[in-house]
């Protein structure tokens, strides 16, 4: 069996067939660990972000609301990027009072103040959510697209990088459906689930 199936320009890797841990997000387990190392975000999202900081800055304590302080100021020229460059979030002390650190919009709820404004704005998902944010633990690099296990700054708590090890779990396509679409489409989509249907029917 192939390690990669071709859709379109896109190789799709088999861990998205994978068993999962059958939860994608339990914040009250992992604490919002995806959040830790801050994100690569798109120049062109980077505008779209600081243009709506009189919604997102409201969510966030006194001292971080200056949108001059939300990005750290590294900037990276990649093809990922659909302007071609990326440039990343600032990472400072939690604000739930741990001895970790995070995202400067991570809330102490872990929730995201970009996540939370978007919905004051009314935007579908993911609103202005970074697109790598978005689709985590889906990534899409390099014309590739997997489920991205090996992020170093996550720990293995977390249940969207931990497949389960007894029972198998729900597959991962069909706990992250709509990160898998957002990555590649709903045709995309539907082409993971047609390949996992013919797994299925293999005796």
């Known amino acids: 069996m192939p390690k990669a199936w071709m859709f379109e320009n896109w190789r799709i890797s ?3 067939l994978a068993p999962s841990s059958g ?3 339990r914040l009250e387990v992992c604490g919002g660990a995806c959040c830790g190392g801050g994100i690569w975000t798109d120049s062109e999202q980077v505008h779209d972000i600081v243009k709506n900081a009189p919604k997102i800055a409201p969510y966030l304590p006194a001292e971080r609301r200056d949108p001059r302080q939300w990005f750290s100021g590294e900037a990276m020229e990649h093809p990922d990027f659909a302007s071609g460059l990326g440039l990343a979030t600032a990472v400072l002390p939690r604000l739930d009072g741990s001895d970790r650190q995070a ?3 991570a809330l102490a709820d872990h929730t995201c ?4 404004a978007s919905g004051d704005l009314g935007l579908a998902w993911p609103g202005l959510k970074p697109f790598d944010c978005a689709t985590f633990p889906v990534l899409r690099s390099e014309g590739g697209v997997a489920w991205d296990r090996t992020t170093e700054y996550i720990p293995a ?3 969207c990088q931990r497949p389960l090890a007894s029972t198998p779990g729900a597959p991962f396509h069909s706990v992250f459906r709509r990160e898998i679409e957002l990555a590649i489409g709903r045709q ?3 082409f993971v689930e047609q390949r996992y249907a013919a797994r299925r029917k293999k005796p």
């Not at 103040?113 to 939370?116: D, K, L, N, T, V």
């Open 14 to 16: 088999r861990s998205l």
């Open 103 to 105: 995202c400067v919009f």
């Open 113 to 116: 103040a970009i996540e939370r």
């Open 188 to 190: 995309g989509l539907d």
């Open 23 to 25: 939860f994608n997000c």
């Open 157 to 159: 708590k977390a249940d």
